[in-house]
């Protein structure tokens, strides 16, 4: 595999996926940008990469330090073919779960309205700003300028009771995959989503033994949570390979979620 060249910024790219792909991503030659709201942590993971990485504290939802992460990965990109901003990896996201009437009534409106705004607005905030300097940037070898991979969940067509928040949420951002790969294509500009399952991140280590093991087994093949490198491995040959756009992969072993 060729080294990649330019900055790619990921989002929650601190802890579980996103720092998942920002390993791959220096590994492969790239300069990171990870933006996240854990300091410590992206400082921390940015440190151990050794000059490949830089850390900005972001909020997705907010429009100005979304913009700085952007204006700090072009500077990091470099000028010239290959150079600036090539890639954003959106895994930025919270997972809330609340029933629409349950004991106390009716579903909070403000779970609903923050999860779709985090999950969905910010991402679409740090895309459209990423997506407006990619389209400045020179073409490559295949007459590209950029790739912008977003990050939904299989809930977004098998939600289960409790996640109605969650999965409108992630089903927007499936929605927005076509329509904007469709519209940046002239500007050699590819859009595509991942799917993902259930993974073994800090969410899921939050668990007991019990429940992870029980999670593992609804899973067809493999009978086990997903790997973060996984994920990781699933971006970099969207980056790899160019007839890749417009679509969402389900990365999820074959699992469909109960209702339950």
């Known amino acids: 595999m060729q080294e990649l060249t330019g900055s ?6 601190a802890s579980g996926l996103g720092a998942a792909c920002s ?6 030659g790239a300069k990171v940008v990870i933006a996240d709201l854990n300091e410590d942590a992206g400082t921390a993971l940015a440190d151990s990469l050794e000059g490949m990485a830089r850390f900005v504290k972001v909020d997705v939802t907010d429009e ?17 073919a290959g150079g600036g901003l090539r890639g954003l990896v959106g895994c930025a996201g919270v ?15 403000g779970v609903f309205s923050k999860a779709v705004g985090i999950n969905l607005v910010g991402l679409f905030n740090m895309f ?14 295949n007459g590209q300028r950029g790739v912008l991979i977003n990050t939904a969940s299989i809930a977004a067509q098998d939600g289960q009771i409790g996640q109605c928040a969650y999965a409108a949420s992630k089903a927007g951002v499936i929605g ?4 904007a790969a469709r519209e940046l ?3 050699g500009v ?8 259930i993974f073994d991140t800090a969410m899921m280590a939050g668990f007991s033994d019990e429940i992870r093991e029980g999670l593992a087994k609804l899973v067809p093949f493999p009978p086990r949570l997903g790997d973060p490198n996984e994920f990781a491995s699933l971006v970099l040959h969207i980056l790899d390979n160019p007839m890749l756009n417009g679509e969402t992969i389900r990365l999820d072993g074959a699992l469909r979620m109960s209702a339950r």
């Open 8 to 13: 790619y910024i990921v989002t929650g790219g």
């Open 23 to 28: 390993k791959a991503l220096a590994g492969r």
């Open 64 to 80: 100005a330090q979304c913009q700085q992460a952007v204006e700090v990965a072009v500077e990091l990109g470099g000028t010239g």
């Open 95 to 109: 997972a809330p779960s609340m029933k629409v009437v349950g004991r106390e009534g009716a579903h909070d409106l």
């Open 128 to 141: 459209r700003l990423s997506a407006a300097a990619m389209v400045k940037n020179e073409t490559d070898a």
């Open 176 to 179: 927005l995959t076509l329509p």
């Open 185 to 187: 294509a002239r500007h």
């Open 190 to 197: 590819r859009v595509m989503t991942i799917a993902p399952g």
